[in-house]
């Protein structure tokens, strides 16, 4: 177990709702990642923390916003929710450097309807 | 940019048999290569990794070797279990200032059965 807590594991929400998602560590490890997994496309990175107050945009972060106001708490707002934001969203830690490892939490499958 | 290319799935194989998952990739400079497993319900593990070129990741019986002059990564077993079903995914880091971000293949999903 690498300390990480997602939450909600499951949630069903309105178009056009604001939805968070919350990824909590105990590792105080300091890169924080949100990711999204689709059938037929992997894992793909919607955003990054590499610190504090530290974010940047992954690969689909349109529609996505991102907070991390402490170490061990990074979230994910759904600023106003989509039918193609249905999905199963994965938090992950990562030591980085000469052996870089990423961690993954459980996930939250989300639905928007 | 970077990307990784999985062999399509899903793959279906008895107990015992031999498995090959192909995976290539495409990345500037010289990535870290990894294969993760997800079991049904479940996030996604390490399986193993290989650092630079000629290196041999093992774990639970799999193995991958990392061919840079073939960019490839991919995954075998000599001989798999049920328990190994489960969806496998390939990624690379490219290394350097890349803040550990991963970039994943699409999955390829194992059924063994008995």
């Known amino acids: 177990d690498a300390g990480i807590t997602q939450s909600p594991r499951h949630k069903v929400t309105e178009t056009g709702t604001p939805v968070t998602l919350r990824c909590h560590q105990t590792?105080?490890?300091?890169?924080m990642y949100w990711y999204r997994q689709d059938p037929g496309h992997g894992l793909r990175l919607i955003h990054y923390s590499y610190g504090v107050k530290d974010t940047d945009k992954g690969e689909v972060s349109d529609g996505y916003s991102v907070s991390r106001s402490k170490t061990e708490d990074f979230l994910l707002t759904l600023e106003s929710a989509t039918s193609s934001q249905t999905s199963v969203y994965f938090c992950a830690i990562s030591v980085v450097g000469a052996n870089t490892e990423a961690f993954f939490g459980q996930g939250t499958r989300l639905t928007v309807v | 940019g970077n990307s990784v290319t999985q062999m399509e799935g899903p793959v279906t194989l008895s107990e015992e048999a031999f498995l090959t998952i192909n995976c290539t990739y495409t990345a500037t400079g010289y990535p870290s290569l990894f294969w993760y497993v997800q079991y049904p319900g479940e996030g996604l593990q390490l399986l193993l990794k290989?650092?630079?070129?000629?290196d041999k990741g093992s774990n639970k019986g799999f193995e991958a070797t990392y061919r840079k002059e073939t960019t490839s990564f991919h995954l075998e077993k000599g001989s798999v279990q049920v328990s190994d079903s489960a969806v496998y995914f390939c990624a690379l880091i490219r290394n350097g200032t890349s803040y550990g971000k991963l970039t994943f293949g699409q999955g390829t999903i194992l059924t063994v059965h008995p």
């Open positions: 590792e105080n490890h300091r890169y």
């Open positions: 290989a650092t630079k070129a000629d």
